[in-house]
């Protein structure tokens, strides 16, 4: 019996988050298990979005004027707190996009279409995000070049010996690989594959759209070329993502889009571009958003990253023991000690759907469905799971609430 973990990061963050006091129906609390989808928003940022559209709204990087300046020096202030919280050597090497999937289809147009030949190949893997699949598939059509998967296994790993026989070709250029599963909650050994692929000739792409948020990265010591992911999953706004690519690797490529302010100069014929990042940032970029983003990467840096991993942790071992008591549920992916904060599950003779609308009706906010990776779930031999995601706020008394609820669905269908 693992007891209810008790924990210094939630009784500090928790009333920092506005809507967490916000009732679902009258008398319903909200309890919100979708973090992985998008997380809650502490004041800071909200104020941090407030602030800058009251005192100093402006474009970047065009203006002479003082609030054009302004605005310039805290968007370019986001970008460096991003850089060091992802510990990047150069501010240069940070490249403000929408979100993971832009990041992605910015690798995958502007060097995949450049770089890749007929023959080549590039590895993925089965638990990929579609974001991290389909970009892929358009360009390798494109080129004439091919997609393999290194395949998962029952429990939710990757089968590494299957990776190495991949790599065996001779022809893989990148191997893009999700740092932790937004089903399984597996964490990846990102590390290893990227080693293994620089030895092979490859580059190295993660998705780390749900890694970034919840545990501390380095992206010098995983010694990636790409590291893809959102400000809206790590209490940032929606609207900005990053790329974080290496220098000589991001100098090397072509733009992605062409507009203004990612040039050096224009002629009718033709046009030298500006130096990074602004080479992959055409037209006027969201400004707010990543100053918000700035404010997140202060907010999540102040609580700890340690400390929130540690936490969450706790919560999904909790969790998991929790509901593995739940007669007929059953749960994908590793042990606890191998994933983060996501936990998807199954309840016999009962639609994901239906499971969720029963929770909603507790205040119980999940989700449910193929979670935008369809080819894992066909690898089950599923059509969806529920999944329940958990963050810096949530507590050991909600995932009791989830499991209270849960039983309550079972009980109703079994009549
Ligand atoms: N996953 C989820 O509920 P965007 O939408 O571009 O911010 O993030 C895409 C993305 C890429 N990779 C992984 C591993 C992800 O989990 C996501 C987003 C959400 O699981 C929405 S589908």
């Known amino acids: 019996m693992v007891a209810a973990?008790?924990?210094s990061v939630v009784e500090l963050t928790r009333g920092d988050f506005p809507i967490l006091a916000q009732e679902v129906r009258p008398g319903v609390p909200l309890i919100y298990l979708d973090s992985a989808a998008t997380s809650q928003k502490p004041g800071v940022v909200l104020e941090a979005l407030d602030r800058y559209y009251r005192e100093s709204n402006a474009n970047v990087h065009r203006g002479i004027h003082a609030f054009s300046e302004r605005a310039t020096a805290a968007y370019e202030g986001a970008r460096a707190k991003v850089r060091d919280f992802i510990h990047a050597a150069s501010a240069q090497e940070i490249?403000?996009?929408?979100?993971?999937?832009?990041?992605?289809?910015?690798?995958?147009?502007?060097?995949?279409?450049?770089?890749?030949r007929p023959g080549d190949e590039i590895v993925l893997t089965e638990m990929e995000h579609h974001s991290n699949i389909v970009p892929w598939q358009i360009v390798a059509e494109r080129q004439g070049a091919r997609v393999r998967y290194i395949p998962v296994t029952e429990d939710g790993l990757l089968n590494l010996d299957a990776y190495n026989q991949l790599l065996e070709s001779g022809r893989v250029r990148l191997v893009g690989v999700v740092h932790v599963s937004n089903v399984l909650g597996t964490i990846n050994p990102?590390?290893?594959?990227?080693?293994?692929?620089?030895?092979?000739?490859?580059?190295?792409?993660?998705?780390?759209?749900?890694?970034?948020?919840?545990?501390?990265?380095d992206v010098q010591a995983l010694d990636a070329d790409f590291f893809a992911?959102?400000?809206?999953?790590?209490?940032?706004?929606?609207?900005?993502?990053v790329l974080y690519g290496k220098r000589d690797v991001l100098d090397a490529m072509p733009p992605f889009l062409g507009g203004g302010s990612m040039i050096s100069s224009v002629t009718l014929e033709r046009t030298t571009y500006a130096d990074l990042p602004q080479k992959f940032e055409a037209g006027t970029p969201a400004i707010a958003q990543a100053i918000g983003l700035g404010a997140a990467v202060d907010y999540l840096a102040g609580v700890g990253m340690e400390a929130i991993h540690q936490h969450e942790s706790a919560l999904v071992g909790y969790a998991m023991q929790q509901l593995s008591q739940i007669a007929g549920l059953k749960i994908f992916g590793p042990s606890a000690d191998l994933r983060a904060g996501v936990v998807s599950f199954t309840m016999k003779g009962i639609h994901p759907h239906d499971v969720a609308q029963g929770l909603d009706s507790a205040g119980i906010a999940v989700r449910a469905g193929h979670h935008c990776a369809m080819p894992l779930h066909?690898?089950?031999?599923l059509p969806a799971?529920?999944?329940?995601?958990?963050?810096?706020?949530n507590t050991s008394g909600e995932v009791d609430h989830l499991v209270e609820a849960l039983e309550r669905v079972r009980a109703l269908f079994a009549r």
Do not use: C
């Open 229 to 241: 992911f959102s400000g809206h999953k790590m209490v940032g706004p929606t609207g900005i993502g």
């Open 95 to 116: 490249i403000f996009t929408r979100n993971t999937t832009e990041s992605i289809n910015l690798v995958a147009y502007a060097w995949g279409l450049s770089a890749l």
């Open 5 to 7: 973990p008790t924990s």
């Open 190 to 217: 990102v590390a290893e594959i990227i080693r293994r692929a620089h030895a092979a000739g490859a580059l190295a792409l993660v998705d780390a759209a749900q890694s970034v948020p919840h545990m501390v990265v």
């Open 385 to 393: 799971t529920v999944r329940a995601s958990f963050y810096l706020y």
């Open 378 to 381: 066909e690898k089950f031999g």
